[in-house]
């Protein structure tokens, strides 16, 4: 919270459980945005009860380092968790996943459940899987998660333009065409 929102000024970008929202007024460590009707159709923002813990990120600056993957806060979808399962060293959580965003979704690609940028670990027609450590399952709401609940998915921007430019037909150049 406090280490979020401190300096958060109007106009900031917060992001909230992964999806971004834009500072109306900021006082003492608590802001307010606006969320059109759209934002709560696409996420789960409309199912988060008052007091309710949250995931809370600013926007990376140029000049920071990009420790995972692109995350834009643009939420394409929600997931229902369908089950936890604890390991020695790790816990497994299966998410349900949409018709429309499986294609983007590979093993060992990247995908953001509720602001947390994290890797897949498995792939399945409905469903996909993430490996959590104690570190991401202790400093985000995801420990607290169990089957049932509802999370905002945002899939890999990359996988969404090549997708576009596939459709497009755009090639690369061959080695005897000029590049522009």
Known sequence: GPLVTSDAGHGDSIAVNGVCLTVVDSRDGVFTADVMAETLRRSSLGAVDVGSRVNLERAVRVSDRLGGHVVQGHVDGTGRIQRVTPDEHWTV????????????????????????????????????????????????????????????????????????????????????????
């Not at 602001?115 to 490996?131: H, K, N, P, Q």
């Not at 709401?141 to 049932?148: A, E, F, K, V």
């Not at 969404?160 to 690369?172: I, Q």
């Open 93 to 180: 959580v299966r998410i349900s996943l949409p018709g429309d965003l499986a294609r983007y979704v590979v093993e060992k690609g990247s995908i953001t459940v509720d602001g947390v940028s994290l890797t897949v670990s498995a792939v399945g027609d409905d469903f996909f899987e993430v490996s959590l450590i104690p570190t991401t399952l202790g400093l985000t709401t995801l420990g607290s998660r169990g089957p049932g609940d509802p999370v905002n998915l945002e899939v890999d921007v990359m996988a969404k333009y090549v997708e576009k430019l596939l459709l497009a037909g755009v090639r690369p150049p061959t080695a005897n065409e000029e590049k522009p």
